[in-house]
C-alpha cells in the first residue's frame, strides 16, 4: 500500500499505525460541503442499482418455489425429494463459490464483473424456462447459486471501500431491505405472468415466469454496467480531485484503501492464507452462520402464525405482514443509531441477537397466542438488526486489513451464513407444531452463542481504537 504500510501482522493488517495521507503527495483539503457532495454522488451511483441488483437475485433464486405450484414439479415430474435437492442445489453452489469470486472481485473492475455474472444468472433463469428433465433443473439451480454468490459479498466489500464507518449503518440496512422487498415482489410478479400467460404460445406460465425475470435480469445488468462504480482510485464515475478526496477520506480513519501508487497485490494464496489466520475472520464467520440459522424463521413465518391460532391460511399470510414491517422498522433505526454512534455498533448487533435469545426463551414458556405472536415479531427484529448490522460492523472490525485480505474474508462470512440454510430449516420441523419448541430453543441458544461471539470482537475493536488514538463513542 505504498508509503501507508506500516508493518503487516499475518492477518494482513497493519498494527503499528493508521494509514498516513501523505502517500498521495498532498495534504487533504476540502470542505465539507465538497465532502458531501461527493457522498451524495457515491450514493448514487452506487446504492440505487446495487438494491436493485439485490431485488433481481432474490426474485430469480426465490421463483422456484413460485413456480412449483404452478405445474413445474408435474411438468418434470418431480417426486418431493427432488424438489428439495434442486433447493438445496443453490446453496451448494453458493457455498463452493462465494470465496472464488471474492477474490475475482478484488482484482477486476466492479462495474464489469458484477454486471457480469449478473448477466449469466439471468440466462440461466430464462434457460429454466426450456428445461425438460431433472438434471437440467440441478444443473442450472448450481450453476445459479455459484453466480449469485457474488452479490451480497461484493456490496459489503464496496461499501467499505466508499464509505466511513459513521455512513455505513444506513446504508447496509437499506441495502437489507431489498431482500425483503425481492421476497414480497417475486410473489406479485409470479401471479401476474403466470395468471395472464398460462398457456400463451403454448408455453407454461411456470416457464414464462423464468423467460421474462430471466430477460429483466440481463436488461437491468446491461444499465448497470453505465452506472455501477469501480473502486474510489479509479472510478471513471468521478474526477480526479474527487477520487482524491473519496481515497483520502478512508485513509484518515484507517481504513486500508488503494491508491495510484499502491505496490503490487498479495498473491492468491497469500490472501487466503491471511484471512485464514486472522482470528477475527473465524468469529465473524460463526457468528454470521448462526445469526443466518435464526432467520431461517422468516421461510416458516405462515406456519409458525397458523400454529399461534390464526388457522385461516389467507388470514394467516395476512398476519405475517406486521412481522415483517417490524423487522423492517427495527432494521432501519439500528442503521441509523449504528451511523450516529459507530463505535458502539457492536452492541447493537448483540443487543438484537441477546434479545432475539430472551424472547426465544421466554416463547417456550408462555403459549398464549397473542403474547406469542408479539415475540415472534419482536423476535425476528433482533434477528434482522443482528443481520443488517454485521455487514456495517465487518467492514470496520477489518478496516485494518488489506483490500483483498478484507475480500476474501468477507467471502468467508458469506459462505458461513450460507451454510445456515442448510442446516437452519431442520429446526423447525412439522411434528413439533403448535410450540415448536425445538426451533425457539435452537433460537435462544443460537442467538446466544452469536452474541458472544460479537462480544469478542467488539471488546477486541475497542482496544484496537484506544491504541490508535481512533474515538470510543
Given at each position: 500500500?505504498?508509503?501507508s504500510?506500516?508493518?503487516l501482522?499475518?492477518?494482513?493488517?497493519?498494527?503499528?499505525?493508521?494509514?498516513?495521507?501523505?502517500v498521495?503527495?498532498?495534504?487533504?483539503?476540502?470542505?465539507?460541503?465538497?465532502?458531501?457532495?461527493l457522498?451524495?454522488?457515491?450514493?448514487?451511483?452506487?446504492?440505487?442499482?446495487?438494491?436493485?441488483?439485490?431485488?433481481?437475485?432474490?426474485m430469480?433464486?426465490?421463483n422456484?418455489?413460485?413456480?412449483?405450484?404452478a405445474?413445474?414439479?408435474?411438468?418434470?415430474?418431480l417426486?418431493?425429494?427432488?424438489f428439495?435437492l434442486?433447493i438445496?442445489?443453490?446453496?451448494?453452489?453458493?457455498?463452493?463459490?462465494?470465496?472464488?469470486?471474492?477474490?475475482?472481485?478484488?482484482?477486476?473492475?466492479?462495474?464489469?464483473?458484477?454486471?457480469?455474472?449478473?448477466?449469466?444468472?439471468?440466462?440461466?433463469?430464462?434457460?429454466?424456462g426450456?428445461?425438460?428433465?431433472?438434471?437440467?433443473?440441478?444443473?442450472?439451480?448450481?450453476?445459479?447459486?455459484m453466480?449469485?454468490?457474488?452479490?451480497?459479498?461484493?456490496?459489503?466489500?464496496?461499501?467499505s471501500?466508499?464509505y466511513?464507518?459513521?455512513?455505513m449503518?444506513?446504508?447496509?440496512s437499506?441495502?437489507?431491505?431489498?431482500?425483503?422487498?425481492?421476497?414480497?415482489?417475486?410473489?406479485?410478479?409470479?401471479?401476474?405472468?403466470?395468471?395472464?400467460?398460462?398457456?400463451?404460445?403454448?408455453?407454461?406460465?411456470?416457464?414464462?415466469?423464468?423467460?421474462?425475470?430471466?430477460?429483466?435480469?440481463i436488461?437491468?445488468?446491461?444499465?448497470?454496467v453505465f452506472?455501477?462504480?469501480?473502486y474510489?482510485?479509479?472510478?471513471?464515475?468521478?474526477?480526479?480531485?474527487?477520487?482524491f478526496?473519496?481515497?483520502?477520506?478512508?485513509?484518515?480513519?484507517?481504513?486500508?484503501?488503494?491508491?495510484?501508487?499502491?505496490?503490487?497485490?498479495?498473491s492468491?494464496?497469500q490472501?487466503m492464507?491471511?484471512?485464514?489466520?486472522?482470528?477475527?475472520?473465524?468469529?465473524?464467520?460463526?457468528?454470521?452462520?448462526f445469526?443466518?440459522a435464526?432467520?431461517?424463521?422468516v421461510?416458516?413465518?405462515?406456519?409458525?402464525?397458523?400454529?399461534?391460532?390464526?388457522?385461516d391460511?389467507?388470514?394467516?399470510?395476512?398476519?405475517?405482514v406486521?412481522?415483517?414491517?417490524?423487522?423492517?422498522?427495527?432494521?432501519?433505526?439500528?442503521?441509523?443509531?449504528?451511523?450516529?454512534?459507530?463505535?458502539?455498533?457492536?452492541?447493537?448487533?448483540?443487543?438484537?441477537?441477546?434479545g432475539l435469545?430472551?424472547?426465544?426463551?421466554?416463547?417456550?414458556?408462555?403459549?398464549?397466542?397473542?403474547?406469542?405472536?408479539?415475540f415472534?415479531?419482536?423476535?425476528?427484529?433482533?434477528?434482522?438488526?443482528?443481520?443488517?448490522?454485521c455487514?456495517a460492523?465487518?467492514?470496520?472490525v477489518?478496516?485494518?486489513?488489506?483490500?483483498?485480505?478484507r475480500?476474501?474474508?468477507?467471502?468467508?462470512?458469506s459462505?458461513?451464513?450460507?451454510?445456515?440454510?442448510?442446516?437452519?430449516a431442520?429446526?423447525?420441523?412439522?411434528?413439533?407444531?403448535?410450540?415448536?419448541?425445538?426451533?425457539?430453543?435452537?433460537?435462544?441458544?443460537?442467538?446466544?452463542?452469536?452474541?458472544?461471539?460479537?462480544?469478542?470482537?467488539?471488546?477486541?475493536?475497542?482496544?484496537?481504537?484506544?491504541?490508535?488514538?481512533?474515538?470510543?463513542?
Amino acid at each position: 500500500m505504498g508509503g501507508s504500510e506500516k508493518s503487516l501482522s499475518p492477518d494482513g493488517s497493519s498494527e503499528k499505525a493508521l494509514p498516513t495521507v501523505e502517500v498521495l503527495g498532498e495534504p487533504p483539503q476540502w470542505t465539507p460541503e465538497f465532502e458531501k457532495k461527493l457522498v451524495r454522488k457515491i450514493d448514487l451511483y452506487l446504492m440505487p442499482m446495487i438494491w436493485l441488483m439485490n431485488v433481481m437475485s432474490w426474485m430469480d433464486r426465490a421463483n422456484l418455489g413460485n413456480a412449483n405450484i404452478a405445474g413445474l414439479t408435474a411438468d418434470l415430474k418431480l417426486s418431493s425429494t427432488q424438489f428439495s435437492l434442486a433447493i438445496i442445489t443453490y446453496y451448494l453452489g453458493y457455498i463452493v463459490w462465494v470465496p472464488v469470486s471474492t477474490l475475482i472481485l478484488a482484482r477486476t473492475r466492479p462495474s464489469f464483473y458484477l454486471p457480469g455474472i449478473m448477466a449469466l444468472w439471468g440466462v440461466v433463469t430464462a434457460s429454466v424456462g426450456a428445461m425438460s428433465t431433472y438434471p437440467q433443473l440441478v444443473v442450472s439451480r448450481l450453476l445459479l447459486g455459484m453466480l449469485e454468490s457474488g452479490l451480497t459479498p461484493a456490496a459489503s466489500f464496496l461499501f467499505s471501500t466508499w464509505y466511513l464507518p459513521k455512513e455505513m449503518g444506513k446504508r447496509t440496512s437499506f441495502y437489507q431491505t431489498s431482500a425483503q422487498l425481492g421476497g414480497a415482489f417475486g410473489g406479485i410478479v409470479a401471479g401476474g405472468v403466470m395468471s395472464n400467460l398460462e398457456g400463451a404460445h403454448g408455453i407454461r406460465g411456470w416457464r414464462w415466469l423464468f423467460i421474462i425475470e430471466g430477460i429483466v435480469t440481463i436488461v437491468v445488468a446491461a444499465i448497470a454496467v453505465f452506472i455501477l462504480p469501480d473502486y474510489p482510485n479509479k472510478s471513471p464515475r468521478l474526477t480526479e480531485e474527487e477520487q482524491f478526496v473519496a481515497t483520502t477520506r478512508l485513509l484518515r480513519v484507517g481504513i486500508l484503501v488503494e491508491h495510484k501508487d499502491s505496490k503490487p497485490r498479495l498473491s492468491v494464496w497469500q490472501t487466503m492464507i491471511s484471512s485464514i489466520r486472522n482470528w477475527r475472520a473465524w468469529c465473524i464467520a460463526c457468528g454470521s452462520a448462526f445469526i443466518s440459522a435464526t432467520l431461517i424463521m422468516v421461510y416458516f413465518y405462515p406456519v409458525l402464525v397458523r400454529g399461534l391460532g390464526y388457522t385461516d391460511p389467507v388470514k394467516a399470510q395476512f398476519m405475517t405482514v406486521p412481522i415483517w414491517t417490524v423487522g423492517f422498522v427495527f432494521t432501519m433505526l439500528s442503521g441509523i443509531i449504528g451511523d450516529r454512534y459507530p463505535p458502539k455498533r457492536g452492541l447493537l448487533i448483540v443487543g438484537g441477537l441477546c434479545g432475539l435469545s430472551i424472547l426465544s426463551i421466554i416463547t417456550c414458556f408462555v403459549f398464549d397466542f397473542k403474547a406469542r405472536y408479539v415475540f415472534l415479531a419482536f423476535m425476528a427484529a433482533g434477528a434482522w438488526v443482528g443481520f443488517a448490522q454485521c455487514m456495517a460492523f465487518i467492514a470496520e472490525v477489518l478496516s485494518d486489513s488489506l483490500p483483498e485480505v478484507r475480500a476474501f474474508t468477507i467471502g468467508m462470512m458469506s459462505c458461513a451464513a450460507t451454510t445456515g440454510n442448510l442446516y437452519g430449516a431442520y429446526i423447525w420441523p412439522a411434528e413439533n407444531a403448535p410450540k415448536h419448541l425445538l426451533g425457539f430453543g435452537m433460537c435462544a441458544a443460537l442467538g446466544a452463542v452469536a452474541a458472544g461471539l460479537f462480544t469478542v470482537l467488539y471488546v477486541a475493536e475497542m482496544r484496537k481504537r484506544k491504541r490508535l488514538g481512533l474515538p470510543t463513542h
